[in-house]
């Protein structure tokens, strides 16, 4: 294995995504994820200002900051960190175990004569059919639950709980989602849109905003729909959730895991136990690995983090 390549790209990743970033913060244009990401999230905010569905619900509520934070950490700041680098290394790998049987192009489906259109949609549709089952699984398997309880510890809708989630969830998601999409050759500006579009539906989707789009919400998502995932008392025969959909629908519909007794507008938000989730940012991402502990009580407490944390070294320890 040649590990000085491997180097380089680890190295490339990090001043390559810085340089995105910079230019992403400080040089605007339309293709600019950063302030398309901050544009939309105040269009949505203001309308969630100016029409609330919970008129009581305050402007800055419940985690209102919090959010703000893992909006930006997941949208950017966690690829700076470490995943851009993971990502570069692991398609790397994968290329080079596909090249010991002679594979060099993982393209099965082309669609360059396609129109447009024809391309976009399938990108669309392949892309979030597969984030709708990626879903299903974060429900359904108990290891992957304990991320997603991140995103479920919500107790109040607003624009921006639509990112807070465990940094695990884009590996887990992506990871799924490369295979079957770099088998269909797609451009670079398609994932753009597709991507904005997304967001901006699923921004509605968790807003404090009564939108149901009329019939063409058995094909989009929408925020009464998704607030019926999101509620903390599910019925007995839908134990590991409702309304699956990202930003299509029609896939709940389809396969009949679609709920909405009725508009839920003051339903109670999470899961048993949510009141005793962590609530810090740190507290939050370290709970799937280290789990509740005990604490010097004997009460359960979780981790704090490593600046918080008073570092005891153990008379009988030797150097």
């Known amino acids: 294995m040649d590990f000085e390549k491997y180097i380089k790209i680890v190295m490339d990743s990090y001043y390559g995504y810085f340089d995105y970033l910079v230019n992403e913060m400080f040089y605007p244009s339309w293709t600019n994820y950063f302030w398309w990401l901050l544009g939309m999230s105040v269009a949505v905010w203001l309308l969630e200002i100016i029409i609330p569905w919970r008129k009581d619900q305050p402007i800055f509520r419940k985690d209102f900051w919090l959010d703000g934070f893992y909006m930006f950490f997941n949208y950017f700041l966690f690829s700076l960190i470490a995943y851009n680098a993971i990502s570069n290394v692991a398609v790397e790998a994968f290329n080079d175990f596909l090249a010991l049987f002679g594979i060099e192009n993982m393209v099965a489906i082309h669609i360059e004569a396609w129109p447009r259109w024809g391309q976009f949609l399938l990108l669309f549709l392949s892309a979030d059919f597969i984030q709708w089952n990626v879903h299903r699984m974060l429900h359904r398997v108990p290891a ?18 639509h990112l807070r989630f465990h940094w695990m969830e884009t590996i887990i998601y992506k990871s799924v989602q ?35 789009y009329g019939p063409f919400k058995y094909i989009l998502n929408n925020p009464i729909m998704h607030l019926w995932h999101h509620v903390k008392a599910l019925p007995e025969d839908r134990k590991y959730g409702v309304n699956y959909g990202i930003t299509l629908s029609v896939w709940d519909y389809l396969f009949g895991t679609d709920y909405i007794p009725h508009e839920g507008r003051d339903e109670p938000l999470g899961f048993d136990g949510v009141e005793d989730f962590p609530k810090t940012f740190w507290q939050q991402v370290s709970y799937p690995f280290l789990k509740v502990k005990k604490n010097e009580n004997g009460k359960e407490g979780f981790p704090k983090a490593p600046f918080e944390q008073q570092v005891k070294v153990n008379e009988t320890d030797t150097l």
Request: aromatic letters at 16%; charged letters at 10%; a negative charge.
């Open 178 to 212: 490369y295979i079957p999409l770099a088998m269909i050759g797609f451009g670079l500006e398609d994932f753009f849109i597709v991507h904005i579009f997304a967001t901006t539906i699923g921004h509605l989707n968790h807003a404090n905003l009564r939108i149901t």
């Open 144 to 161: 992957l639950w304990e991320f997603h309880k991140v995103h479920h510890s919500v107790e109040q809708m607003g624009f921006a709980a």
